[in-house]
Each structure stands twice: as structure tokens, then as C-alpha cells.
């Protein structure tokens, strides 16, 4: 009879990483993957224990579809982000870590003394809003705030929509075409749009997630630059426009910032030091300084 840890070291033999192989084994078990720690503990404690056949063909399936490229997240059916746990599957994106950049700029903003409207609850858009991942978090930080959430996607938007009912969060989600079927004004829009070019080497290895929700055109910059220019008209005066972006990216995602009228424009890096985030201030009637950007600390 082969044990819990003999299936874990085979599976690891076989190429698995140690957290994928342990949570892999933890699901074919039955024993829920949230809270992790407390779960790993739970396999060390019962190392010994026989596997059964029927739970180690499950077992050897879950490792086949990971070995092949499937998201760990699609396999286990959620993922955690910023705390929260949310429902994903192959009609959304995995929501990434580096996304929580986006949410703790967004909650800054959203905090920022000069925000919103005096008496007025702030308003709040997210743009392409796939698992819901952005706003959810938004909302649940900060439950005063109205949060809208846009996809083109009904598929995305159904998941979402679990999502916020599971957590009881009360959004409003809306489908269409970027601001489409918005009316503002909003105090903060967020979005992860996607950036990625048609040509990029990278996109087989994410060959399991929307296309939909990975590329945008020859140099990625297609959604960024429809986001940017129409901004404006949906924002109010003082408000932020945030986006989450390629490596690569920041220098035309700030051009074209200060170029659509944003000022100050500023960028955020991620834990490798990469500038994956940039927004700027929508203020329509003071035109500011040109050619000028401000670098904030990275986030920690
Ligand atoms: C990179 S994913 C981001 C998902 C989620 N916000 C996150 O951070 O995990 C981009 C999302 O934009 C949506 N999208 C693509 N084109 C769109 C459009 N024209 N209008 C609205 N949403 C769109 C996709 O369906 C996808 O859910």
C-alpha cells in the first residue's frame, strides 16, 4: 500500500514543485487547499497514512494536467488574492500577485485627503474586471466606496459575479466594451487590460488562460491606449486613472498618460523592481508640467 508521502515524493520526482504536488495531493484527498499552512500541517501529520487506489488515480490525473501547463489555480478552482479567496476556472485570467500593487495604489487613492466628493460615497471603476479579482478586493478593504466592474466577457462576468455574491460583497458589474456601458463620474478608474503582444514568445506557456484576456495587438498597447484616451470623460476633476502594465511598457504607458492630459503621472514597481503599474491625475483645468513624472517608492 503506497503512503500519502511516497505519492508526494513520486510526484515530485516527476517534476512537480513541492507547494503544487502538496496541494495537488490535498484536493484528490478532499481536504479543502485554503489556508495553507494549515493544511501542510495537516499532510505532515499524516504522512503515513495509505493512499487508496481510487485517490491516487485521482492523485496521478491532478499531476498529469499540471505537468501539461494547466494553472494550479484552474486545477484547484480558486486562488488568493489580497486576502481573499476567490472562485477561478478557464473563463478568467489567474489573478497574479503582482496585481495587488494596482489595489494597494487604488486604496491610497481612495484614502488620498482630497478624494471624491465631500458627503458623496467614492466612486470606483474597474475595467476589465475578469474574476472580479480588483474589485473585490477594493470593496471588501474599503466597503463605504461604490465599486463598478466592466468585462466584455459574460463568461468572466458570471464568475465574478460568484465571487461577490460568496464574499457579500455588493458590486455592480456591467457588460461591454471598456466604458461602454459606464456613465460617471468615477473618483479612482483601475484596470488590468491586456498588454501582451500578439508576437510574444511568452503566450504558449499561457495557452490555458482567454486570449481574450492576454493580448492586445502588435505592440500590446491596443487596450491601454483606447483606456487612456477616453479616460478623461468618465473621471472626475482630481481623479486617478490607474493600469497595470508589460515590464517594458512604463515609459510609453506614462507618454501616453502625459499626453492625454494626466499630471502629476507616476509608475510603481513590482518586488523585482520592474515598473508594472503607472496612472496620473486627471486635471482638466490646470495643464501642469510637461515631460514630468514622479517616482514613488516601490511598494514593499
Ligand atoms: C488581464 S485580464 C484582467 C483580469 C482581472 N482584472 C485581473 O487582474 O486578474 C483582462 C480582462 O479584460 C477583459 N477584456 C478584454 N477586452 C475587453 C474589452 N474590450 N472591454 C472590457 N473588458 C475586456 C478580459 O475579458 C479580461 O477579463
Known amino acids: 500500500m503506497t503512503t500519502l508521502s511516497q505519492c508526494l515524493t513520486a510526484a515530485r520526482t516527476a517534476g512537480l514543485d513541492r507547494l503544487d504536488a502538496d496541494l495537488l495531493l490535498l484536493h484528490a484527498i478532499g481536504v479543502a487547499t485554503e489556508h495553507l499552512h494549515q493544511r501542510r500541517s495537516w499532510l505532515l501529520a499524516h504522512d503515513d497514512d495509505p493512499m487508496t487506489a481510487q485517490t491516487q488515480a485521482k492523485f496521478d490525473q491532478l499531476v498529469q494536467r499540471r505537468k501539461a501547463g494547466e494553472p494550479l489555480a484552474y486545477i484547484l478552482g480558486h486562488k488568493e488574492f489580497f486576502g481573499l479567496d476567490l472562485l477561478v476556472d478557464p473563463r478568467v485570467l489567474v489573478p497574479r500577485p503582482d496585481t495587488e500593487i494596482l489595489v494597494e495604489w487604488a486604496l491610497a487613492c481612495?484614502?488620498?485627503?482630497?478624494?471624491?466628493?465631500?458627503?458623496?460615497?467614492?466612486r470606483?471603476?474597474?475595467l476589465g474586471t475578469g474574476s472580479g479579482a480588483i474589485a473585490l478586493a477594493i470593496q471588501h478593504a474599503r466597503p463605504l466606496a461604490r465599486v463598478d466592474a466592466v468585462d466584455a466577457s459574460a463568461d468572466a462576468l458570471?464568475?465574478?459575479?460568484?465571487?461577490?455574491?460568496?464574499?457579500?460583497?455588493?458590486?455592480?458589474?456591467?457588460?461591454?466594451?471598456?466604458?461602454?456601458p459606464v456613465t460617471g463620474p468615477y473618483d479612482v478608474i483601475v484596470s488590468n487590460p491586456p498588454y501582451i503582444r500578439e508576437a510574444d514568445p511568452h503566450l504558449p506557456d499561457l495557452s490555458h488562460e482567454p486570449t481574450m484576456a492576454l493580448t492586445a495587438g502588435p505592440d500590446g498597447l491596443r487596450d491601454i491606449r483606447h483606456i487612456v484616451e477616453h479616460a478623461g470623460q468618465h473621471l472626475a476633476p482630481g481623479g486617478w486613472l490607474l493600469l497595470e502594465h508589460g515590464f517594458d511598457q512604463g515609459t510609453q504607458v506614462r507618454e501616453l498618460l502625459q499626453a492625454a492630459g494626466f499630471h502629476p503621472v507616476a509608475s510603481r514597481q513590482d518586488l523585482a523592481g520592474h515598473w508594472r503599474c503607472s496612472g496620473g491625475q486627471w486635471r482638466p483645468d490646470d495643464p501642469g508640467q510637461a515631460g514630468a513624472w514622479a517616482t514613488p517608492a516601490p511598494v514593499k
Open 158 to 180: 458570471a464568475l465574478a459575479r460568484a465571487n461577490a455574491e460568496r464574499l457579500g460583497l455588493p458590486l455592480q458589474y456591467l457588460q461591454g466594451s471598456w466604458f461602454e
Open 124 to 126: 470606483l471603476l474597474d
Open 110 to 122: 481612495i484614502d488620498a485627503p482630497s478624494s471624491g466628493t465631500p458627503g458623496a460615497p467614492l
